[in-house]
């Protein structure tokens, strides 16, 4: 619960009473009502307030959750073999990390592909953020001898290039609208200002009404119905697929196909929020020192890639996806009676797998361009009925 959440320090207080002073003064310049995306892109990326920016560290032990690659290096390894069978079918192919967060990913898939001998030709990684790029350097610099391969960029290439783009927990951090559906009504909800923040809501524009009510329709709403939808997320699977001249696509995260997110049952929606190792359902609260997310409506990003001339590879669990990258024969080949080698891979592999952890709530989804051979990590039955 909210009202349970630690206080913060100091210095993380004058950060976010300062970003929420900035909020306020959004809020003015919106008749008092700020769309929750809008919020939500300021709490998150305001430039050095913003959670993603201000140079507090949101990940791992110190932070406040911690993803598939900060568990340890089982995750890149499976990842690597995905990645490589691409790699091999190219000459001077890239990786797009996408928002590389604490740059823990970049650091054990290198040397995973290195070993594969599929080392990239260029390792880039998007980002918008000073701050989160220093962490990533500074993970990098643990691997010398190939950290000289990664480059940053600021957006996405302008001429398609041949390669990977890789998204690990990014497309649940761009922001969504939330709206409230009663008896045929459709209301957004936003933010007010004042003293201290609070909700507001006010009419639908006309194509999240026009959204909101074929939902309802098709899957059958009843009472009171608050959800979200993310409106950035077409553009930025387009955008991502017009990118990719040849290759693969691959997006991990946690999510459902459309029917299960819209389902009648889901009525309070996906929204949470994450804050020293605490998931609550106030995204006002210490605004710039806590994690805003929702899970990705994979439905939304197959249309998108489809639509912009992709093939679908597969959407599986990442359960299911690791099993068939071979983690289980990773594990396999370990000595169990090295207790301090095996314990931690073998921890690491629960985390990864057990459907009470990643295994079931995270999915993979694939889709590439002009390959002629299968991708490693996905198979004939996989989710994509449930899309």
């Known amino acids: 619960m909210a009202h349970a959440l630690p206080s913060p320090g100091v ?41 993603y920016s201000n140079g507090l560290t949101p990940f791992g032990e110190a932070g406040d959750f911690i993803t598939a690659p900060e568990s340890g290096a089982l995750f890149a390894r499976c990842l690597a073999r995905a990645v490589g069978s691409v790699l091999q079918q190219l000459d001077q192919a890239w990786v797009l990390e996408l928002g590389a967060g604490s740059g823990a990913l970049a650091r054990s898939l290198l040397p995973a592909l290195e070993a594969l001998d599929c080392l990239p030709a260029r390792y880039c990684i998007l980002e918008r953020s000073a701050s989160m790029r220093a962490l990533q350097e500074a993970a990098l610099a643990q691997i010398p001898h190939l950290a000289g391969r990664v480059e940053w960029l600021q957006q996405v290439p302008a001429q398609p290039f041949e390669g990977v783009i890789l998204g690990n927990e990014v497309a649940d951090a761009l922001p969504v609208r939330l709206f409230c ?39 059958g709403w009843s009472g009171v119905y608050t959800s979200e939808y993310c409106p950035p997320l077409r553009p930025w699977v387009r955008d991502l697929a017009q990118a990719l001249g040849r290759g693969a696509l691959l997006l991990i995260d946690y999510g459902y196909g459309r029917p299960e997110y819209y389902h009648p049952q889901r009525s309070m929606g996906t929204l949470s929020c994450h804050y020293r190792h605490q998931v609550h359902d106030d995204p006002l609260r210490f605004p710039g020192l806590q994690d805003i997310t929702a899970f990705v409506d994979f439905t939304a990003v197959a249309e998108a890639a489809t639509g912009a001339g992709l093939r679908m590879l597969g ?55 002009d390959l002629e051979r299968d991708v490693v990590g996905f198979t004939p039955r996989d989710l994509r009925g449930r899309l």
């Open 11 to 51: 210095e993380a207080r004058a950060v976010s009473d300062a970003l929420r002073a900035k909020i306020q003064q959004r809020c003015e310049s919106q008749q008092g009502c700020l769309p929750f995306d809008s919020y939500m892109d300021l709490a998150l990326y305001e430039p050095g307030l913003g959670y």
């Open 181 to 219: 559906w009663r008896d045929g009504e459709v209301m957004l909800k936003g933010v007010s200002g004042g003293e201290s923040l609070g909700w507001c809501t006010r009419p639908a524009d006309g194509d999240t009404e026009a959204l909101v009510r074929g939902w309802a329709a098709d899957y």
């Open 315 to 369: 959407y599986s669990s990442q359960a299911q996806f690791l099993l068939a990258c071979g983690i289980d024969r990773l594990l396999a080949a370990l000595d169990p009676d090295d207790v301090r080698s095996y314990l931690p891979l073998s921890n690491e592999a629960k985390r990864l797998l057990l459907p009470g952890e990643m295994g079931e709530r995270f999915k993979v989804m694939g889709y590439s361009r």
